[in-house]
């Protein structure tokens, strides 16, 4: 079955750095478009079909970003691996970062949660 393990959370300075990833298995990886989420604390209650997009790579292969970590987050893909490096950190973007894969999805549409049908459970990233 496909399952998605994200590491690299943790507790940073405003304007510091982290660097998330996150393991896939399971599935062939070729097509899939696979994206990192986020959800603060306030909102988990929301459901996961809120989660804000952070960055995905499509199953074309194009990144798209949303606007609030545009030019801050670079996400990237190296076979079953996912990755997002996060630079200039702020408090907003204290958050759960949950790693996502949809069998396929191209276009501004892959930001949104709705395609996505597999998710990791999380992994916690605080900045002060």
């Known amino acids: 079955h496909v399952q998605l393990v994200e590491s690299g959370g943790g507790s940073a300075q405003a304007g510091g750095s982290l660097k998330l990833s996150c393991t896939a298995s399971?599935?062939?990886?070729?097509?899939?478009?696979m994206g990192w989420f986020r959800q603060a604390p306030e909102k988990e209650r929301e459901g996961v079909a809120r989660?804000?997009?952070?960055?995905?790579?499509?199953?074309?292969?194009h990144k798209r970003y949303g606007d609030r970590v545009k030019g801050r987050f670079t996400v990237s893909r190296d076979k079953n691996m996912l990755f997002l490096q996060m630079n200039d950190l702020k408090p907003e973007d204290t958050a759960m970062y949950y790693c996502?894969?949809?069998?396929?999805?191209?276009?501004?549409?892959?930001?949104?949660?709705?395609?996505?049908?597999?998710w990791g459970q999380g992994t916690q990233v605080t900045v002060s």
């Open positions: 996502a894969t949809a069998a396929y999805c191209s276009g501004d549409y892959c930001l949104q949660a709705a395609p996505y049908n597999y």
């Open positions: 989660r804000e997009g952070v960055g995905i790579i499509d199953s074309d292969g």
């Open positions: 399971g599935y062939t990886y070729s097509d899939y478009s």
